[in-house]
Nanobody, 128 residues
């Protein structure tokens, strides 16, 4: 089993920055990939970014709207993944979820069903 705990969400003005953290515990050695998704009210869960854990590969980003503004990174020693979010916009408002995949092997998934462990989510609200 893997447990994921997110932190770092909050209220920020448009143009501001936030850094989300996701700490993994339990069978962390079984994690292949970790990623971030977000879900706004009335919308489907959306892929934001993911990074491989068991190999040194490139990170993958979702919608064009986050590319260049969001950066995913990891600290292997702390079993923690971060999402640095800059130049935030009101449309970035959502619950952000951390996810872990222990089944993919050497593939970074971009669909929610590619991930089998989820955190509880952290709210990010960007005011205009």
């Amino acid at each position: 089993q893997v447990q994921l705990v997110e932190s770092g969400g909050g209220l920020v003005q448009a143009g501001g920055s936030l850094r989300l953290s996701c700490a993994a515990s339990g069978r962390t050695s079984s994690i292949d990939v970790m990623g971030w998704f977000r879900q706004a009210p009335g919308k489907e869960r959306e892929f934001v970014a993911a990074t491989p854990i068991i190999w040194n590969g490139d990170s993958t980003y979702g919608a064009d709207s986050v590319k260049g503004r969001f950066t995913i990174s990891r600290d292997g020693a702390k079993n923690t993944v971060y999402l640095q979010m800059n130049s935030l916009k009101p449309e970035d408002t959502a619950v952000y979820y951390c996810a872990a995949d222990t089944r993919s092997g050497l593939r970074v998934g971009v669909r929610a069903r590619d991930y089998n462990y989820w955190g509880q989510g952290t709210q990010v609200t960007v005011s205009s």
